[in-house]
């Protein structure tokens, strides 16, 4: 059965406790990437001699932009979910609900990476998957083109964050690089199909907002 039939036959009840346990799934790292890492399997001792290790000052910088990323996909994750639960028409809450299970992958992606880079996510992770679930819910009560409006935006910053990431991450840095492009790659598509299934441009001051809210989380993620 797919989710979205389960989210037509389950009561509210139901789908408020579905989500408190995909919420404690995804806070713990118990999630699985449908798709394989674009930075390949890890390289084990003695494996990728050639390939230049980070300094310590190199590898600290890495682990902090991305845990910076992993708390975006914390966020996008919980938003995406947090809009399909109250979202009405099927066709739209299946768009959220495949955004969120690439999301997924990409949690999975920085998850491994951050233990590569003998790093850790966010301790601040629970409180930004609440405020994000509930952000989400308020977009999905206004109408099907502003929750799709709201999510185009949200990709069009993450996209312009991302491409910084590619130019601060270090050179030599060819695993964290890989996972990045490719989620760049998969938030674009996001936003365009948001645009492309009906979704309006938010107002300027609803779009300063998110900026000044992402540049809040960034800033605190890239140390917490």
Same mark, same amino acid.
Not at 40 to 53: F, H, I, M, Q, S
Not at 122 to 150: E, M
């Given at each position: 059965?797919?989710?979205?039939?389960?989210?037509?036959?389950?009561?509210?009840?139901?789908?408020?406790?579905?989500?408190?346990?995909?919420?404690?799934?995804?806070?713990?790292?118990?999630?699985?990437?449908?798709?394989?890492?674009?930075?390949?399997?890890?390289?084990?001792?003695?494996?990728?001699?050639?390939?230049?290790?980070?300094?310590?000052?190199?590898?600290?910088?890495?682990?902090?932009?991305?845990?910076?990323?992993?708390?975006?996909?914390?966020?996008?994750?919980?938003?995406?979910?947090?809009?399909?639960?109250?979202?009405?028409?099927?066709?739209?809450?299946?768009?959220?609900?495949?955004?969120?299970?690439?999301?997924?992958?990409?949690?999975?992606?920085?998850?491994?990476?951050? &233990?590569?880079? &003998?790093?850790?996510?966010?301790?601040?992770?629970?409180?930004?998957?609440?405020?994000?679930?509930?952000?989400?819910?308020?977009?999905? &009560?206004?109408?099907?083109?502003?929750?799709?409006?709201?999510?185009?935006?949200?990709?069009?910053?993450?996209?312009?964050?991302?491409?910084?990431?590619?130019?601060?991450?270090?050179?030599?840095?060819?695993?964290?690089?890989?996972?990045?492009?490719?989620?760049?790659?998969?938030?674009?598509?996001?936003?365009?199909?948001?645009?492309?299934?009906?979704?309006?441009?938010?107002?300027?001051?609803?779009?300063?907002?998110?900026?000044?809210?992402?540049?809040?989380?960034?800033?605190?993620?890239?140390?917490?």
């Amino acid at each position: 059965m797919s989710e979205t039939m389960s989210f037509r036959r389950a009561s509210l009840l139901d789908r408020v406790l579905s989500e408190a346990d995909r919420a404690v799934r995804v806070l713990t790292g118990s999630v699985s990437a449908r798709r394989p890492n674009p930075a390949g399997r890890a390289p084990v001792a003695g494996e990728n001699a050639e390939a230049p290790e980070l300094s310590p000052a190199e590898r600290r910088h890495a682990a902090g932009l991305m845990r910076v990323n992993h708390v975006g996909e914390i966020c996008a994750q919980a938003l995406y979910r947090g809009q399909a639960l109250v979202c009405d028409r099927p066709a739209t809450r299946q768009l959220f609900l495949d955004a969120a299970a690439e999301e997924t992958d990409h949690l999975a992606w920085l998850d491994d990476r951050l &233990r590569e880079l &003998r790093s850790r996510p966010s301790f601040l992770n629970p409180f930004w998957y609440a405020g994000a679930f509930g952000l989400g819910v308020l977009a999905g &009560r206004a109408g099907d083109a502003w929750n799709l409006g709201f999510m185009a935006e949200t990709e069009r910053q993450v996209e312009r964050h991302l491409d910084g990431h590619l130019g601060a991450l270090p050179a030599n840095d060819a695993r964290s690089r890989a996972i990045v492009e490719q989620m760049s790659a998969d938030e674009r598509q996001h936003r365009v199909t948001a645009e492309q299934y009906g979704g309006v441009s938010l107002p300027a001051p609803v779009r300063a907002a998110m900026r000044c809210g992402s540049k809040v989380m960034t800033s605190t993620a890239y140390y917490v």
